[in-house]
């Protein structure tokens, strides 16, 4: 997700604001996440007793709390790490 934001918001993002661009870039995959993450909540919510009636399948769309925890916590580590290797190996990196 982090590439696609990064081709996305392309003429946003400064050569010379590395961290500023890192902040975009994790903000905006971890927007996706948490809305990923609440769309599962609300197919939980609200699917399992249609599809169990209408299909005969016990349907299952979100894990515990544990789970959505990870699940985050992989979006910014992700995240994180494209932005790492994307702004040091284009050169954009800001030199102190």
């Known amino acids: ?3 696609f934001m990064t081709a996305y918001l392309a003429e946003h993002l400064r050569q010379k604001y590395y961290y500023k661009n ?3 870039i994790t903000g905006a995959t971890v927007l996706v ?6 769309s ?3 197919a939980n919510q609200t699917l399992i007793n249609p599809i169990y009636r209408w299909f ?3 349907a299952y769309f ?3 709390l544990r789970d959505t925890v990870k699940d985050l916590l992989m979006d910014n580590i992700g995240a994180l790490a494209f932005c790492a290797f994307h702004f040091l190996r284009s050169g954009n990196a800001h030199k102190t």
């Open 62 to 64: 979100m894990g515990d």
């Open 1 to 3: 997700m982090a590439m």
């Open 40 to 42: 599962e909540y609300t």
């Open 22 to 24: 890192i902040i975009i």
């Open 56 to 58: 005969g399948i016990k």
């Open 33 to 38: 996440g948490v809305l990923w993450e609440f």
